[in-house]
Every structure is written in C-alpha cells, then in structure tokens.
C-alpha cells in the first residue's frame, strides 16, 4: 500500500510538471509497467534517488517562481512605499514653507528676513502688542555653512506666546551648519543674548519617512552664562489625511534646565490644510504642564488659585494665514480660547492679529 502511495504521489507531480502530451505517454507507459511488473521502470519509480531527484527539481521550479514573484512584488511595494513616502515629505515641507513655523526657519538653507507685528485682545489681561524679527544671512564663500543671525526659537517664544514680565534681549550670533552628516539635520549656534550672556547651542534633527508617516525628532542642548544648561527634546508626527492633501501633525515636547525644578512639556495636535495656494489655516488643541511646581505663589491675584503640578493649561483655537503680495506679505489671524490655572480654569477669550513681512532666497 505504501508503495502504491508513493507511486500516485509521483506519478500526480509528474502529471503537472510535464506538457499534456508527455503527460499521456508517461501515464501509459506507467500503467503498462505496473500491470506487467516491468522492473526496470516499476523500480525506477520506486527509486530513492529517483523520488529525491523528481520532488528536488519540482521544488526548485516552484521556488524559482515564488521568488520571481516575490521579488516582484516586494519591489513594486518598495517603490510605491518610497514615493508616497517622499510625496508625504513634499506636502509637509509644502506646509511648513507656508506658515513659516520653527520647524522651518530652523532648517531651511536660503537666507531669509521676517518681520513681524501683531496685538493680542486678552479677555483677561487687556491689550498688548506684538514684535518679532527673525534674520538668517548666509555669509558668502562658505559653502553654505555659515550664516548670520538675529533671532532664535526663544524670541520667537518669548514674544508671541509666553506671559512674561520683561522680553529677553533678542538673539544674535553665527550659525554653522553640519552638512556632512547624511540626513542628520545639525546646526551649532554661537552668540549672544544681551552683552553679558553669551550662550552656545546644537540642534540636531533626524527626519524618518514612512509610506503614512512622517517622523520628525528634535533635540536641542543648550548652555548660556545666565541660565546656564537647558536641553528640550520636540517629537512631531505628521500624517496625511485620505484626501492626500490635509495633514494631522501631533506635537510633543519637554524640556529642562538648570534652575527649573522638574520638567514643562506639552502637546499640540493640529488638523492643517488649505484652501488655494494663498491662503491656509490650522486648527489646533494644546495643553501644557509640569512635573514640579515652581512656587506657591498665585500667579493672578483675582483667583488666587495656589499652583499645581501636573496640566496647567488647556487651550484651543484657529490659525488663519493668507498671502496679501506676492511671497512678502501675508496677514494671520488667531482666535483661541484658553483654560489656564491662574484664572481657575475658566475660559479666557484671547484674539491675535499679526502682519507678517517676509523675504526668502536673498
């Protein structure tokens, strides 16, 4: 029985192995053999060596094909991967080039002055206004690995979004880019904040594309003669929407320093899109906290609310940017509703206005 077995085994796989017509004679001769008890072919069938042989070389066909096909399909999943990948990295840079964010005006190559002025409506602290200016100059026959500038993340931070009582000295000094570094993204700054605090700092980011994702981290490390060491850490993870067109970027960052007890982090998550080329908005949720309280002192004296560790604010709100000329002018517009501790976490109104001057590629 077990010889019978093994002949049909054989006999099928030389049945889809072999063309029709040898099929048919190979299927006769095999019957005549068995009927007959031809020995030769009967124990040529039987053969070990012959049994090895035959499934060795069916095997081999059948392995050839599956890599053929493999291969073909690994490649054609490759190449679609790599150019959604690198579409996806397009529309992010796209985005970021438009609003002209940190995420941008640290990285970009091209020389650049940016102007900006702006007031705040605070349903809480009344009327302020707004200035920054950001320049990055890259200084001739360095090979682009020099450049001059007035302004950093800090102003930008200082300025336009943190509550402080005095604006620190606007940044200026030189910057050197690490362009050797493969996809390595690195920058050292050098200068000053104010005559009497020099500072040094290296920002470094590793962008990672996947087929849907975009991995963006950063670090920075940082020493001035004031503040003496900080060091932030800033992950973003932007993912285009089935439209292919609109992005939801996720934004995550903490940082520390000397004399910061704990650690402030907090994350954003934004829906950013566009309506035509001129004009594009996002729609944002923030919240901010911290691992340690600073004082137990109350920050507001109207709510005399005694601070916390843990989320000190929760904040919501609409970015709004259109292009009024060309690529040098644009206006922004910012309408955002916070829930801070200070003011016990009741809604506080807050309207920006901004009138952006900006020239690239000088």
């Given at each position: 029985m077990a010889r019978l077995f093994i002949f049909v085994l054989i006999f099928l796989t030389n049945l889809f192995a072999e063309s029709k017509e040898n099929n048919s004679s190979t299927k006769a001769e095999a019957l005549k053999a068995t009927v007959n008890e031809e020995s030769p072919l009967y124990e040529k069938l039987l053969s070990l060596d012959y049994i090895q042989s035959s499934i060795s070389k069916k095997v081999l066909i059948f392995s050839n094909r599956l890599d053929h096909s493999l291969t073909n399909n690994i490649e054609d999943d490759a190449n679609a991967s790599t150019k959604e990948a690198s579409s996806l990295y397009g529309i992010v840079n796209l985005y970021d080039n438009f609003f002209k964010d940190e995420t941008y005006l640290s990285t970009t190559n091209k020389s650049y002055i940016r102007l900006r002025l702006g007031a705040e409506l605070n349903a809480e602290e009344g009327f302020e206004y707004f200035n920054n200016i950001r320049v990055s100059l890259r200084l001739p026959k360095t090979e682009k690995a020099l450049y001059f500038f007035v302004g950093d993340e800090t102003d930008e931070e200082t300025r336009t979004i943190n509550k402080v009582d005095e604006d620190k000295p606007t940044s200026i000094g030189i910057k050197y880019v690490l362009d050797n570094l493969d996809i390595l993204d690195a920058s050292l700054?050098?200068?000053?904040?104010?005559?009497?605090?020099?500072?040094?700092?290296?920002?470094?980011?590793?962008?990672?594309?996947?087929?849907?994702?975009?991995?963006?981290?950063?670090?920075?490390?940082?020493?001035?003669?004031?503040?003496?060491?900080?060091?932030?850490?800033?992950?973003?993870?932007?993912?285009?929407?089935?439209?292919?067109?609109?992005?939801?970027?996720?934004?995550?960052?903490?940082?520390?320093?000397?004399?910061?007890?704990?650690?402030?982090?907090?994350?954003?998550?934004?829906?950013?899109?566009?309506?035509?080329?001129?004009?594009?908005?996002?729609?944002?949720?923030?919240?901010?906290?911290?691992?340690?309280?600073?004082?137990?002192?109350?920050?507001?004296?109207?709510?005399?609310?005694?601070?916390?560790?843990?989320?000190?604010?929760?904040?919501?709100?609409?970015?709004?940017?259109?292009?009024?000329?060309?690529?040098?002018?644009?206006?922004?517009?910012?309408?955002?509703?916070?829930?801070?501790?200070?003011?016990?976490?009741?809604?506080?109104?807050?309207?920006?206005?901004?009138?952006?001057?900006?020239?690239?590629?000088?």
């Open positions: 700054f050098g200068g000053f904040r104010g005559i009497s605090n020099p500072f040094i700092k290296l920002r470094f980011q590793y962008p990672i594309a996947f087929e849907h994702l975009l991995f963006r981290p950063v670090q920075y490390i940082e020493y001035s003669l004031e503040d003496e060491f900080k060091e932030e850490t800033q992950f973003y993870f932007d993912h285009r929407l089935e439209n292919r067109v609109d992005l939801m970027r996720l934004s995550l960052k903490r940082y520390t320093k000397t004399y910061l007890k704990g650690m402030n982090y907090s994350a954003q998550l934004s829906y950013i899109s566009t309506l035509k080329h001129s004009i594009g908005f996002q729609v944002y949720a923030l919240a901010q906290g911290q691992t340690k309280i600073q004082t137990t002192q109350p920050a507001n004296i109207k709510y005399n609310v005694t601070p916390t560790k843990g989320i000190y604010n929760y904040s919501t709100g609409i970015v709004w940017r259109q292009q009024l000329f060309k690529k040098y002018l644009f206006y922004e517009l910012q309408p955002l509703v916070e829930f801070d501790q200070q003011y016990n976490y009741s809604a506080n109104y807050i309207f920006r206005a901004h009138i952006e001057l900006y020239f690239g590629n000088i």
